[in-house]
């Protein structure tokens, strides 16, 4: 394959683009304190920041992967009177500030939310818990799922289900073993989206779960915290958070283009 | 042709935006920097507006936040023409980093108060109530002034308190309140009297009382030193002295 | 025995047909693209819901659309042979036969014994832990055909079998399916566009065209004695229309045709364009048929020329090479056409 060489400005304007993402990498990498780096990441804060960030990202994954299917399965197949409305309203955390986000989930889920006060009364606080930050996680974290999911399951070649069922296979059949192998890859890479996003998320957290060592503070709670007084360990554990979600995306790199 | 004319008029018309205009023209407006402790919101917002009828030529531009979190952004580098502290730890970072015109001053001093949903539901009457299993307690994080206060004056009371949230500047502590997402949090008296109606205050006694004192320094390099010394002067003046006693400040 | 009584409205298309076919034939559906072929077989599946109509397989009602009666595709003894084969890329060829066996109940091991006899008896057996996309064209039809089989339906469905296969391999495996279908004992539907294949499969002809049945019969019957143009273009006879009295027939058109005999009344005629003779004049001589026309299209087919002739009688004639240039042909002249009356075929229309 005889290889072309590419218009002088894209390379430019390309090689700009690079830069962009990663000068600020390279600034972080250049003030991290190695020496007293391993300290910094093994001492009991930056660990239980960790362990407690792995607990929440991967547990809003699973809520928005359970919840996430059926609805991207409406949005593509189900017509229904408003459903572009709907959707609209489902994706809006995609856009919306995540802290508005979190005020919108005080509102509704709050001690004195709308829905807050019914949760309060059968025993369910959802603020200042685990729970909550995952909830937190959840909301933002969602619409990335459900729109690769979905944009999945319009792209399938419908007919297979057809001759799933003219071979003797009832819906939900048809669903566990034609539908969910084929759409496979955009849920994987739905999922790594959403995880990844998961992992990333402050502003709704901290408005809606707060700030709490080991219950509800996550990693990039505990960066913005630790900044204030000691940057080193900011640095150090954002580099933790770089390296986890780089290593993710590098294996993930040829799946996520091959999920469309 | 008409693309050379284009470029050639953009270039005329930026170089013509970024040029300081001469001293030869209408007085121009200065922007000063003000970096403040976000216990100083309502504070400086009224002394920036008296500041300001006697003296047309400035516009201040204020950043509110936890003293802690400025002080880094000012030693790495932030534009700020003045920084005022919630406590002396924070500014002393700026004085270590060698970026203080001269000493600082203590222009107010707060005090701390228990601020609770409005007519107290829940009967807090001390700190050591905080401590009740019963109660959502916030308090600012240990990271932060008025958060390391707060821990002192429990400490003061012999109190084990368990907060539900750290929050990341005194006045997230006030907001919590406030919504009636949390029963009580530990801020300061000049917040409960923002808050006026949102919020009611139990005093705290005067031996478990943490006295924050409030320095302010203009910063190194400004590019408007005089008038920002100006406004650090006009806050010691009796005119401002009067304004922040209404908020609830004491005297330095 | 199956009795499909369809009629299905979707979107632009108007399909209402009544087809029958009984064990022991292959009835083929022939029609254009657009004529509703697949929109029957899938009506037929269960896949697409009749406006109106009843669908009987062996005395049980598949669908009623009167009596809201419709029983979905799984609960149907079906087989179907889809275009484009779908057979389901993430299992092996051996799995994709067994899907149907394990969707009705049959035990995993089962499945498989059964599907391993199946893929040995269409001989596709090398392939069976192969992935569908790693098969040829004539493999995935004989593998698509086993999946098909192997849960014994009553009622195959095949549509257009050969359709994704290039034509180098068609007729090799065009062969190989009449064998296999030759086999199975229920009742078998093709659908297809091309007629090569209907011809070459078929007991029995369907001729659809624009939602509605033409024309039925054996290949011989239909393609001899087209009622349709359709069907005529296929043969590549001429197909003209009329009212026929004593061997007179007075063509739609207005012209008129003397034949040497046939039935009076409402007829086709048919004449093989082989059968049109082209003359620079008026001929002299026996033929009654003779017609002034212009030459419109000159269509070079190795051997042959098709000339088309417009004018008072609008007529396909099929003439040599030499022919063409002795009369000087061109687009657009003028040439006299005519036709012996013995070589007009009359039949009822």
Redesign the interface.
Known sequence: MRSERPPVLFVVLAAVGVAFFVLPLIGLLSRAPWETALGDLFSPEALTALRLSFVVSIAATALAVLLGIPLAWVYARVPFRGRDVVRALTTLPMILPPVVGGVALLFAFGRRGLFGQALDAIGIHLPFTTAGAVLAATFVAMPFFVLTVEAGLRSMDRRYEDAARTLGAGRWLVFRRVTLPLIGPSIFAGAVLCWARALGEFGATITFAGNLPGTTQTLPLAVYIALETRPEVAIMLSLVLLAVSLVILIAMRDRYLRAF | MRARLAIVTAAALLIAACAEPNASGTPQIKDINVFAASSLTDAFTQAGDGFAKTNFRVRFVFNFG?S??LA?QITNGAPADIFASADETNMQKTVDAKLADGTPTVFATNRLAIAVAPGNPKKIRSLADLARTDL?L?LA?P??PAGRYALDALSKAGVTAR??????DVRAVLN?VS???ADAGIVYVTDVKSAAGRVSGVDIPEEHQVLARYPIAVVKGSKNAQLAHGFVDYLLSPAAQGMLAELGFSKP | MLTAQVAVRLGTLDLDVSIEAAPGEIVAVLGPNGAGKSTFLRAVAGLVPLTKGRVELDDVVLEDAARDIHLPPERRPIGVVFQDYLLFPHLSVLENVAFGLRARGVAAREARVTAGSWLDRLGVADYAQARPPTLSGGQAQRVALARALATGPRLLLLDEPLAALDASSRGAVRRDLKRHLASFAGIRIVITHDPLEAVALADRLVILERGRVVQTGSPAEVTQRPRSRYVADLVGVNLLRGTASAGQVRLTGGASLQSADGPDGEVFAVIHPRAVALHRVHPEGSPRNVWRGRASALDFQGDRVRVGVEGEMPIVAEVTPAAVRELDLAEGGEVWVSVKATEITVYPA
């Open positions: 936890s802690s979190t880094t959502l916030v994080a990271t932060v907060p539900a949230s750290q929050e990341v919590k919504l009636g997402e």
